[in-house]
């Protein structure tokens, strides 16, 4: 047991001592674990820096390439790119010509294939024929003599083909025309 007024500070100190080391070793670890992130934070920065800085220059390129100069001539060479505005120099040698040679090609014509008719196309398909009465019994009768007015033909007002689950059948619509016969004569 502590006997006096010093043993007890002095056991206190050593606590707080003690307490303070683990503080201080909490708080070292904790730097270094903030270290850490920052350098990997850094390093993540510097790749982001590099991408911009090589996007950037990609984009001030393009923006060059497209609203730059439009001239046909350009400035940097490609290589095995030869100029077409380039003069010939002397130590350059002088191009040796070379003898054309000519190959006759016999001209041929194609044919064209004349479209097939619908009638064509359709003759073959069985054909209803549907008559139709265009007039009422008021219109049959003629305007000028009061005369009824008797059929005198059809007229073809339209094809419709008529597809049922197996067949196909073509329909013509007929129009019956009509006539007077004693304005006829007149």
């Known amino acids: ?23 201080i070793s909490t ?20 790749e982001k820096d590099q991408l911009i800085a090589n996007l950037q220059a990609q984009l001030d390129y393009l923006k060059t390439r497209l609203f730059g100069s439009t001239s046909e001539i350009r400035h940097e060479q490609f290589p095995g790119q030869l100029d077409l505005f380039h003069l010939q120099t002397e130590d350059e040698p002088e191009p040796v010509p070379l003898e054309v040679e000519y190959i006759e090609v016999k001209a041929h014509k ?26 009422t019994e008021e219109q049959k009768t ?27 059948e073509r329909i013509d619509y007929y129009a019956t025309t009509y006539e007077c016969p004693q304005c006829k004569e007149t």
Do not use: W
């Open 110 to 135: 194609k044919a064209r294939k004349s479209k097939a008719a619908y009638d064509e196309v359709f003759a073959d398909l069985p054909t209803e024929n549907v008559y139709v009465d265009t007039l």
């Open 1 to 23: 047991m502590p006997s006096g007024v010093r043993d007890i500070q002095l056991l206190e100190l050593k606590d707080t001592i003690s307490q303070l080391n683990n503080t």
């Open 27 to 46: 708080q070292n670890e904790l730097i270094r674990s903030l270290q850490k992130m920052l350098q990997e934070r850094d390093a993540k920065d510097s």
């Open 142 to 168: 003629c305007d000028v003599c009061g005369t009824m007015m008797i059929p005198i033909g059809h007229e073809l007002i339209r094809t419709e083909l008529r597809y049922t689950e197996p067949k196909l």
